[in-house]
């Protein structure tokens, strides 16, 4: 499986934005889909993550009724819709794809999308 990220831009606070994962090769009912983010001068952390069978979400504390992650099976695509965005959610999201069942810890995840740039002004 391979991943490719999109979406990002600048955009002004309180504005959003939809970041699209794309994935190719074959995603398996066991599989879940991650975002996470790396900010400058911090680690990577996870912000969202999504089942492939039944599409139950995850969230960090942060992005709780802000963002919010799908997927389309026929597809093959996994999107984070983010809003009310703030300037401290400027960062470099990233897809990910683990096997393990849902986890926060990015080295759970063995596939990685290139990650898209998202600034947010304020």
């Known amino acids: 499986v391979q991943l490719q990220a999109s979406g990002g831009g600048l955009v002004q606070a309180g504005g959003s934005l939809r970041l699209s994962c794309a994935a190719s090769g074959r995603i398996f009912s066991s599989h879940r889909m991650g975002w996470f983010r790396r900010a400058p001068g911090k680690d990577r952390e996870f912000v969202s993550a999504?089942?492939?069978?039944?599409?139950?979400?995850y969230y960090a504390e942060f992005v709780k009724g802000r963002f919010t992650v799908s997927r389309n099976k026929a597809e093959n695509m996994v999107y984070l819709q983010m809003n009310s965005l703030k300037p401290e959610d400027t960062a470099i999201y990233y897809c990910?794809?683990?096997?393990?069942?849902?986890?926060?810890?990015?080295?759970?995840?063995?596939?990685w999308g290139q990650g898209t740039q998202v600034t947010v002004s304020s």
């Open positions: 999504v089942s492939w069978d039944f599409g139950r979400t």
């Open positions: 990910a794809l683990t096997t393990r069942g849902y986890s926060v810890d990015p080295t759970a995840y063995t596939v």
